[in-house]
């Protein structure tokens, strides 16, 4: 499937956040332990080809006639023998394609995991950095808010303002402090999310970018959903079922056995003739035929409707997966429109805040006006910081769809 698109270039891992943000992801890929976890079970399939090679066991037996048998040549004491089954020519080749087959699904295990790691590295990372500009936004409001309440402090040495004012300028900073220690415990949470996915010590700081923002530089290029490891997956498990049937088909064949039994023979007293005493060797061909053949057609059955449970399963998560990249680029799309409405209506507000202090300077302010523009500012900053991260996070998300 094919889907164009409008993406930014260099956003997702770009030119801004590249090195700090790539650098975590890497070093989350290499101490994450899901993913060391799925590159060891990958490790143990790799070692069962090896396996694959192993012919059955060497049988060796031996045994002392209680009743010595009599024969012409003298009498039998004991009998040794040894055997080795062999199976159907080609059958040692299907074991160790159908071992591979298996390798292969594991080993995409390996990079499916790492493209989940990788989305939620970043998406945390984001989720960080918002939290981060929220904080520094409160603190700026914070300010602001203080120089008004000194200039309601003045207003009301001379009368142009009511004490009324000045407490709900109060308020208004306590509740914006309230607000920033709420943050401070979101951020801990986060950072402790962020650093277990590092595998690595919950409390360590986190270097973040210093500022993210939605540019208009665009450029139309062509997203793929496929190939995708969550795709191509079903791909290599419907081969391992192809090589299981192969295998399956080789071990319907008979088997073929190779022996040789040795039986010792004693000397007949008093008699003198050729071949007196000679101990026997018998080489022996044997042969295992599959008659009641039921269980491999059952197995022939059952690889047939796996293969066809997998192209189902493939099909509903490929119908999923083009959801998600769709109701993401809407997504993104929406965050860039809504950074862009912000970013006019703090401009406007910033307008409307400089009247006002203006306005001051003629004995007119109303701080009523005052706490609803700043209510106002810390709305739209804060809109437009969500904005900001739920771009790059939808950006997150279609590059873990249609990157290669």
């Not at 080609?90 to 074991?95: K, L, S, V, Y």
Request: hydrophobic residues 40%; proline residues 2%.
């Amino acid at each position: 499937m094919k889907k164009i698109g409008s993406i930014l270039i260099g956003l997702m891992m770009g030119i801004v956040n590249a090195q700090d943000l790539e650098s975590y992801i890497l070093e989350a890929e290499a101490n994450n332990p899901e993913v060391q976890a799925f590159e060891i079970r990958y490790n143990i399939s790799k070692e069962r080809v090896g396996e694959a090679n192993a012919l059955p066991n060497t049988e060796v037996s031996a045994g002392v006639f209680v009743s010595e048998p009599e024969t012409r040549t003298g009498a039998q004491k004991a009998r040794f023998s040894v055997k080795q089954m062999l199976p159907w020519f080609g059958t040692i080749t299907a074991r160790e394609n159908y071992a591979n087959a298996v390798a292969e699904v594991d080993y995409l295990d390996i990079a499916i995991a790492k493209r989940k790691l990788r989305l939620s590295v970043s998406q945390s990372y984001y989720r960080l950095y918002a939290i981060k500009e929220k904080q520094k936004v409160l603190d700026e409001n914070i300010q602001l808010l203080e120089t008004y309440e000194r200039l309601a402090l003045t207003s009301v040495e001379v009368g142009d303002a009511s004490a009324v004012d000045v407490l709900r300028l109060q308020i208004r900073q306590n509740e914006l402090q309230e607000q920033k220690e709420v943050l401070m415990q979101e951020y801990l949470s986060e950072q402790s999310v962020f650093n277990n996915l590092l595998n690595r010590k919950e409390t360590l700081a986190i270097d973040l970018i210093d500022s993210l923002a939605i540019t208009n530089e665009m450029e139309q290029i062509t997203m793929e959903l496929e190939p995708h490891p969550e795709l191509e997956k079903y791909d290599r498990l419907y081969e391992s079922v192809a090589e299981s049937e192969i295998l399956n088909q080789r071990e319907a064949n008979p088997n073929l056995g190779f022996g040789l039994d040795y039986i010792p023979v004693a000397e007949r007293a008093g008699m003198d003739f050729s071949d007196n005493g000679k101990d026997i060797l018998m080489p022996m061909v044997s042969l295992s035929i599959p008659i009641f053949s039921n269980r491999y057609k059952s197995r022939s059955v059952q690889n047939e409707l796996r293969q066809e449970e997998i192209n189902a399963q493939k099909t509903n998560r490929k119908n999923r997966l083009e959801t998600v990249l769709n109701t993401s680029i809407n997504k993104k799309e929406a965050a860039k429109i809504k950074f862009n409405t912000q970013k006019k209506n703090l401009k406007q507000a910033r307008n409307a805040e400089e009247i006002l202090i203006k306005n001051y300077e003629t004995g007119t302010i109303d701080f009523n006006d005052v706490l609803d523009i700043q209510e106002l500012q810390l709305k739209f900053q804060t809109t437009q910081i969500e904005a900001v991260k739920s771009y790059y996070s939808q950006m997150a998300v279609i590059n873990y769809l249609t990157s290669q």
